[in-house]
């Protein structure tokens, strides 16, 4: 293949906009002559901040477009809104098993006495003491 130039392996560069660091997309070419739908994404983590480099490669092994995602942030994030979320609850005086059904069933759509019973393992008239200790606070 003319691409490849009498060789098994070509790396695509591309210099990631995060860090600034020149990372090479290795392809070979047998991996080339197996795809069926261009473009080819890879993938590389790498740096401080951890973060990852998604690159799109068209068929002419040139980068078509790119994605970062910094890793650490997220999950620094999540954690914390987490975390604030049950200080909150425990501060409106809501036990360590009313806390996480809160967890377990915000996002859901409306849920019903026997899917809470299930979350939690409890009977329906237990989870009827909690649903309206959560409808008072």
Same mark, same amino acid.
């Given at each position: 293949?003319?691409?490849?130039?009498?060789?098994?392996?070509?790396?695509?560069?591309?210099?990631?906009?995060?860090?600034?660091?020149?990372?090479?997309?290795?392809?070979? $070419?047998?991996?080339?002559?197996?795809?069926?739908?261009?473009?080819?994404?890879?993938?590389?983590?790498?740096?401080?901040?951890?973060?990852?480099?998604?690159?799109?490669?068209?068929? $002419?092994?040139?980068?078509?477009?790119?994605?970062?995602?910094?890793?650490?942030?997220?999950?620094?994030?999540?954690?914390?809104?987490?975390?604030?979320?049950?200080?909150?609850?425990?501060?409106?005086?809501?036990?360590?098993?009313?806390?996480?059904?809160?967890?377990?069933?915000?996002?859901?759509?409306?849920?019903?006495?026997?899917?809470?019973?299930?979350?939690?393992?409890?009977?329906?008239?237990?989870?009827?003491?909690?649903?309206?200790?959560?409808?008072?606070?």
């Amino acid at each position: 293949m003319y691409l490849f130039k009498d060789k098994d392996i070509i790396e695509v560069p591309i210099t990631c906009k995060f860090c600034l660091k020149e990372i090479k997309f290795p392809i070979s $070419s047998k991996e080339y002559q197996d795809v069926r739908k261009f473009p080819i994404k890879k993938e590389s983590i790498h740096g401080d901040p951890e973060h990852k480099l998604t690159v799109f490669i068209n068929m $002419s092994l040139e980068i078509e477009n790119f994605e970062i995602q910094d890793l650490t942030e997220k999950e620094e994030e999540v954690a914390y809104s987490e975390e604030l979320m049950k200080q909150v609850l425990g501060d409106i005086e809501l036990s360590d098993e009313e806390i996480e059904l809160y967890f377990r069933s915000s996002g859901r759509e409306t849920v019903s006495l026997g899917e809470i019973s299930i979350l939690i393992g409890k009977t329906k008239e237990d989870c009827k003491k909690i649903v309206d200790k959560f409808i008072e606070k």
